[in-house]
C-alpha cells in the first residue's frame, strides 16, 4: 500500500500562507495526475486541486487564484502554496491521485483563525 505523508500545516491569520508538501515513497509518482484534498470539521473531504505528470493544474472555484498546486517528480513530491487564507480553509489536507488510488495519510492541519 503507498501511503502519502503530508507535511506544513500549522496556524495562521487570515490573509496568511502556508506551503504543504507530500511525498510520496514510491517512483510510481511520477505517472500519476495527484491531487490535494481538504476535509473540514463536519464536512466530507473535497479535492481542490490537480496536477498532471506534466503540470497542468486545475483547481476548485473556491481557491482558484489563492493555491498554486506544484510538483517535484524527481523528489515524489507534490506542494501546495495556500495564500490568502481565510476562515472557510480550515480543514486537514490530504493529497493522493486525483481519483484516490492511494491509501490515506495522516493528513495536515492547516487552522486559519484570528
Known amino acids: 500500500q503507498v501511503q502519502p505523508v503530508e507535511s506544513g500545516g500549522g496556524s495562521v491569520q487570515p490573509g496568511g500562507s502556508l506551503r504543504l508538501s507530500c511525498t510520496v515513497s514510491?517512483?510510481?509518482?511520477?505517472?500519476?495526475?495527484m491531487g490535494w484534498f481538504r476535509q473540514a470539521p463536519g464536512k466530507q473531504r473535497e479535492r481542490v486541486a490537480t496536477?498532471?505528470?506534466?503540470?497542468?493544474?486545475n483547481y476548485v472555484d473556491s481557491v482558484k487564484g489563492r493555491f498554486i498546486i506544484s510538483r517535484d517528480n524527481a523528489k515524489n513530491t507534490v506542494y501546495l502554496q495556500l495564500n490568502s487564507l481565510n476562515l472557510e480553509d480550515t480543514a486537514v489536507y490530504f493529497c493522493?491521485?486525483?481519483?484516490?488510488?492511494?491509501?490515506w495519510g495522516q493528513g495536515t492541519q492547516v487552522t486559519v483563525s484570528s
Open positions: 496536477i498532471t505528470p506534466n503540470g497542468m493544474t
Open positions: 493522493n491521485t486525483a481519483v484516490e488510488t492511494f491509501s
Open positions: 514510491r517512483n510510481i509518482f511520477k505517472f500519476y495526475v
